[in-house]
């Protein structure tokens, strides 16, 4: 068990619609991450908090956004939701600031399904 | 070009083999390096991580990085059965940790 716990695991929806994904941390950890993984793009990095504020952005959709919140857990919203995004997303946090040098550990993921 | 790149198999060995895992990254400024390991439909889970140049090595498994030629490499000695995951390497940088692709692998009984 990494410490970090994702909900919900599996998520069915249809196109068009909005769904939030939640993360909780690991106990301490300040920096949360997000990547989604689809079959054939592997670990896509979408985004990073520390502490409350935005520190980096990867190849997140215009139509995707996310916060961290006091208590630093992480929701992901998506919206407007096609086929495409259909993924498992996956968060990480770390207890190390925007540097990157510490080691990451990932929830269980977030299955979602867009019909 | 992918910043790290890592060959997706499959890459299938019988129980007991040596397994040799490779990627090649892009960007000077990275300096840690990370092997995971992925069962179906789980979360990664961080095997090694090293910083820079050189050896790490923990029980049946050793990564090796290699900086001059930007390489990165996962040796598993005896491997087994319950080995079979994908591995996914991934390299830090400023402000992101990227991720190859994976290579699956399947220890053959």
């Known amino acids: 068990d990494s410490g970090v716990t994702q909900t919900p695991k599996h998520l069915i929806t249809a196109t068009g619609q909005r769904v939030t994904l939640r993360c909780s941390p690991r106990s301490g950890d300040l920096s949360v991450y997000w990547y989604q993984q689809s079959l054939d793009q592997g670990l896509q990095f979408l985004i990073q908090?520390?502490?409350?504020?935005?520190?980096a952005k990867g190849n997140i959709l215009e139509r995707f956004s996310a916060q961290q919140f006091p208590d630093l857990h992480s929701e992901l919203n998506l919206s407007s939701l096609e086929l495409g995004d259909s993924a498992l997303y996956f968060c990480?946090?770390?207890?190390?600031?925007?540097?990157?040098?510490?080691?990451?550990?990932f929830g269980e993921g977030s299955r979602l399904t867009v019909l | 070009q992918k910043e790290v790149e890592q060959d997706p198999g499959p890459l299938s060995v019988p129980e007991g083999a040596i397994v040799s895992l490779n990627c090649t990254y892009s960007?000077?400024?990275?300096?840690?390096f990370m092997w995971y390991r992925q069962y179906s439909r789980k979360g990664p889970e961080l095997l090694m991580y090293?910083?820079?140049?050189g050896n790490k090595e923990d029980g049946r498994f050793t990564a090796q990085v290699d900086k001059s030629s930007k390489y990165i490499s996962l040796f598993i000695r005896d491997s087994q059965p319950s080995d079979s995951a994908t591995y996914l390497c991934?390299?830090?940088?400023?402000?992101?940790?990227?991720f190859g692709t994976g290579t699956r692998l399947k220890v053959l009984a």
């Open positions: 991934a390299s830090s940088g400023t402000y992101k940790y990227i």
């Open positions: 090293t910083y820079s140049s």
């Open positions: 960007n000077s400024a990275f300096q840690y």
């Open positions: 908090y520390y502490n409350g504020e935005e520190r």
């Open positions: 990480a946090s770390s207890g190390l600031a925007g540097a990157n040098t510490g080691e990451l550990f």
